[in-house]
């Protein structure tokens, strides 16, 4: 006669008196464990546009276009995996996070499914082309510190955070001046600017 294993009775004992590991959901609420990987939400605070998530995304459930001067990030819960890539490659940690949230069925439209964040473009002050969301230039200068004052660009951010510097009008160049170096600048017109400067 085989003896059943300790382990086996340990846990035939602990669902005797705890009762099933299932629950009666959902006729009942469920609470899931702490870890568990439901759905994933953007926070609008603390995602600043840089779209790692997007690139991440194995089930290509995040979409990132950028129209005119804005980023469009949406995530499409109905194409989630809900596999925590996009949460744990976040450059802030917190831009989007999956919730507890798992009981996502609907009989509505799939664009309940859905949830969509903008961040304004940046632009350079002489060509007017995008260079990267604000808000992502604004938490790399506020990353680097002290550091920051070494790129004229991202000087410029840090004291427009703190209203210390105005932001400048638009004005397309065909000769740049010596002084044109410390303006928010896109990589082309920064170079042209340190060379014929
Ligand atoms: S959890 Fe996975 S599949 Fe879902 S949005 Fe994030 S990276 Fe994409
Ligand atoms: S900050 Fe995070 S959530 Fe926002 S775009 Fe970048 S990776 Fe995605």
Known sequence: MRYPKLRELKEAIKALIKGPYTSKFPYEPHKPYERFRGKPEFYEKDCVGCGACFQVCPAKAIDMQDVRNKRILTVSLDMCIFCGQ????????????????????????????????????????????????????????????????????????????????????????????????????????????????
């Open 86 to 197: 996009c949460q744990a490659n976040c450059i802030t940690g917190k831009g989007i996070m999956l919730s507890n949230e798992f009981d996502l069925a609907t009989t509505g439209k799939r664009g309940e499914l859905r949830q969509t964040i903008e961040k304004e473009f940046a632009i350079c002050d002489c060509c007017g082309e995008k260079i990267a969301p604000y808000d992502q230039i604004s938490w790399v200068a506020k990353r680097l510190g002290p550091l920051c004052f070494s790129n004229a660009s991202l000087m410029l951010f840090y004291l427009r955070n703190l209203d210390l510097a105005l932001k400048e009008e638009l004005l397309p160049k065909e000769e740049f001046m010596r002084s044109d170096r410390i303006r928010v600048l896109c990589p082309r017109c920064r170079r042209e600017a340190v060379l014929k400067s």
